[in-house]
């Protein structure tokens, strides 16, 4: 048993609270992801789980028994930090047996176990060498196979990749995300990437000032972002937000802004009740828009272009406000030129104006 469960947990150091009366439940085998800014309490929720900080109220339990009292390694955990954490003057095989070795396994046992895991990263052909001979990517391979050879419950990663440069990281991700189909143990990530966060999570723990904004899968919270940190946060290049006025016109909704009037019928959205919102639009939403007299279009002049291989993003003044269009590179508009984009309904967001709150409809 490996599930997790987070019971009213917190943190504080004196009187600094960084986790908040924190529930959350982590089912056996889940791939589950801390995202948020730094200093949201992330890396402090990993290292609690993990025994390396104190809980100062609520409980953790690791497999249904609560572990607040219990040393890291009775905790059935295996952690791989940032910083990879390496004896330099052993080599990758005594690195990789060391935990083997102070449990006092067979010889015979650590040789079968280093030999099983080393195959399994690719490591075979370094084990007689010493981590300063190896690559960065390497090293962390050799800090995975460390954490695996113990055969835990449950994988910690602490930013894992933020070291490595950004080709040895899509290498490592896939890397990482096979690891987790193979093994199918329970594994948390810490990250601020939101790349590897939606690339590798079965579910996203999006986290802001030591409380949880929102839980859900990747597509979960990329289409239905629960409220205006959410959406701002999750998404390169990032949402674009006009501040509207909501009205009523025959049997329609109009959002009227500086720049614009989009007129929807708002069966998506509850917008009873409310006069104004923020209005939600991702970049690789707006196109370019055609003849069509319904359509909702944003328009102004390019101020930049930058070019992003098979994807250009437009950036262009409308109503006052920058607003973002990622275009496909042969639709791309030269500097100074003017633009006009279209979106559809569907693909709108709408946020309460005084608390930020989606208004899309459960």
Same mark, same amino acid.
């Given at each position: 048993?490996?599930?997790?469960?987070?019971?009213?947990?917190?943190?504080?150091?004196?009187?600094?609270?960084?986790?908040?009366?924190?529930?959350?439940?982590?089912?056996?085998?889940?791939?589950?992801?801390?995202?948020?800014?730094?200093?949201?309490?992330?890396?402090?929720?990993?290292?609690?789980?993990?025994?390396?900080?104190?809980?100062?109220?609520?409980?953790?339990?690791?497999?249904?028994?609560?572990?607040?009292?219990?040393?890291?390694?009775?905790?059935?955990?295996? &952690?791989?930090?940032?910083?990879?954490?390496?004896? #330099?003057? &052993?080599?990758?095989?005594?690195?990789?047996?060391?935990?083997?070795?102070?449990?006092?396994?067979?010889?015979? /046992?650590?040789?079968?176990?280093?030999?099983?895991?080393?195959?399994?990263?690719?490591?075979?052909?370094?084990?007689?060498?010493?981590?300063?001979?190896?690559?960065?990517?390497?090293?962390?391979?050799?800090?995975?196979?460390?954490? &695996? *050879?113990?055969? #835990?419950?449950?994988? @910690?990663?602490?930013? #894992?990749?933020?070291?490595?440069?950004?080709?040895?990281?899509?290498? &490592?991700?896939?890397? *990482?995300?096979?690891?987790?189909?193979?093994?199918? =143990?329970?594994?948390?990530?810490?990250?601020?990437?939101?790349?590897?966060?939606?690339?590798?999570?079965?579910?996203?723990?999006?986290?802001?000032?030591?409380? *949880?904004?929102?839980?859900?899968?990747?597509?979960?919270?990329?289409?239905?972002?629960?409220?205006?940190?959410?959406?701002?946060?999750?998404? =390169?290049?990032?949402?674009?937000?006009?501040?509207?006025?909501?009205?009523?016109?025959?049997?329609?909704?109009? @959002?009227?802004?500086?720049?614009?009037?989009?007129?929807?019928?708002?069966?998506?959205?509850?917008?009873?009740?409310?006069?104004?919102?923020?209005?939600?639009?991702? #970049?690789?939403?707006?196109? =370019?828009?055609?003849?069509?007299?319904?359509?909702?279009?944003? /328009?102004?002049?390019?101020?930049?272009?930058?070019?992003?291989?098979?994807?250009?993003?437009?950036?262009?003044?409308?109503?006052?406000?920058? *607003?973002?269009? @990622?275009?496909?590179?042969?639709?791309?508009?030269?500097?100074?030129?003017?633009?006009?984009?279209?979106?559809? /309904?569907?693909? @709108?967001?709408?946020?309460?104006?005084?608390?930020?709150?989606?208004?899309?409809?459960?």
């Amino acid at each position: 048993m490996s599930a997790i469960t987070c019971s009213n947990v917190e943190k504080s150091y004196g009187a600094t609270t960084v986790i908040r009366d924190l529930n959350l439940a982590i089912e056996e085998h889940e791939f589950v992801v801390f995202l948020g800014p730094s200093g949201c309490g992330k890396s402090t929720l990993l290292r609690m789980l993990a025994g390396l900080e104190d809980i100062s109220g609520g409980e953790v339990s690791i497999g249904g028994k609560v572990v607040n009292d219990l040393d890291p390694g009775d905790r059935g955990i295996a &952690m791989v930090f940032q910083n990879y954490a390496l004896y #330099p003057h &052993m080599t990758i095989f005594d690195n990789i047996a060391f935990g083997l070795k102070r449990q006092k396994v067979a010889k015979a /046992e650590i040789q079968k176990r280093v030999e099983a895991v080393s195959k399994t990263l690719g490591l075979d052909p370094y084990l007689g060498r010493k981590p300063a001979e190896l690559s960065g990517g390497q090293q962390q391979r050799v800090a995975i196979a460390r954490a &695996m *050879i113990k055969t #835990p419950k449950v994988f @910690l990663f602490d930013e #894992p990749l933020s070291n490595l440069d950004a080709k040895l990281r899509n290498h &490592m991700r896939i890397e *990482i995300a096979r690891l987790h189909q193979s093994l199918k =143990t329970t594994t948390v990530y810490v990250t601020h990437d939101q790349l590897e966060a939606m690339t590798l999570a079965d579910r996203i723990v999006l986290l802001r000032d030591g409380r *949880i904004e929102q839980i859900g899968s990747p597509a979960e919270i990329y289409e239905r972002p629960g409220n205006l940190f959410v959406a701002g946060f999750i998404g =390169t290049p990032n949402m674009n937000f006009i501040d509207v006025a909501v009205g009523r016109k025959e049997s329609r909704w109009t @959002l009227t802004s500086a720049g614009a009037v989009f007129s929807i019928d708002g069966s998506r959205f509850n917008l009873q009740h409310v006069d104004r919102a923020v209005l939600g639009i991702r #970049p690789p939403d707006l196109k =370019t828009a055609g003849t069509d007299a319904g359509q909702s279009v944003l /328009e102004g002049t390019a101020d930049l272009i930058e070019f992003h291989g098979n994807d250009a993003l437009v950036i262009f003044g409308s109503g006052g406000k920058e *607003i973002s269009a @990622l275009v496909p590179t042969r639709e791309c508009p030269a500097v100074n030129t003017h633009v006009r984009y279209a979106v559809d /309904e569907q693909s @709108l967001h709408l946020f309460d104006a005084k608390s930020g709150v989606s208004l899309l409809r459960q």
